[in-house]
């Protein structure tokens, strides 16, 4: 079983940078896909970008497509999710999550159920 731990949120202006962490223990993540979600206060939790370990195979909502890149560190058993051009709308709880399954399927690593591990988030605030 793998833990993740979340870090690197904080507030930020409009049109800023922020990047967040994703550190694994337990496991490596060879075998997962690594993904991004967001949950504003009232709104569901939704989809921002994901990962495919071995592949590098990415992924990413059309909303932050251009402005967020996520990238990991194999050395570090960690995933990043680099946040640049932040808008007000990007103000949410950021999740880390993992799956173990690998379905050679898109859409798949869209969807937050099919997402087994959870870290307890990082909070972003942005300012306008």
């Known amino acids: 079983q793998v833990q993740l731990v979340e870090s690197g949120g904080g507030s930020v202006q409009a049109g800023g940078s922020l990047r967040l962490s994703c550190a694994a223990s337990?496991?490596?993540?060879?075998?997962?896909?690594v993904g991004w979600f967001r949950q504003a206060p009232g709104k569901e939790r939704e989809f921002v970008s994901t990962?495919?370990?071995?592949?590098?195979?990415?992924y990413y909502a059309a909303s932050v497509k251009g402005r967020f890149t996520i990238s990991r560190d194999s050395a570090k058993n960690t995933v990043y999710l680099q946040m640049n051009d932040v808008k007000p709308e990007d103000a949410a709880s950021y999740y880390c999550?993992?799956?173990?399954?690998?379905?050679?399927?898109?859409?798949?690593?869209?969807?937050?159920?099919?997402?087994?591990?959870w870290g307890q988030g990082t909070q972003v605030t942005v300012s306008s």
């Open positions: 999550a993992a799956t173990d399954r690998l379905p050679n399927r898109g859409s798949y690593y869209t969807n937050p159920l099919n997402f087994k591990y």
């Open positions: 990962i495919t370990w071995r592949d590098g195979i990415t």
């Open positions: 337990g496991r490596t993540f060879n075998y997962y896909a």
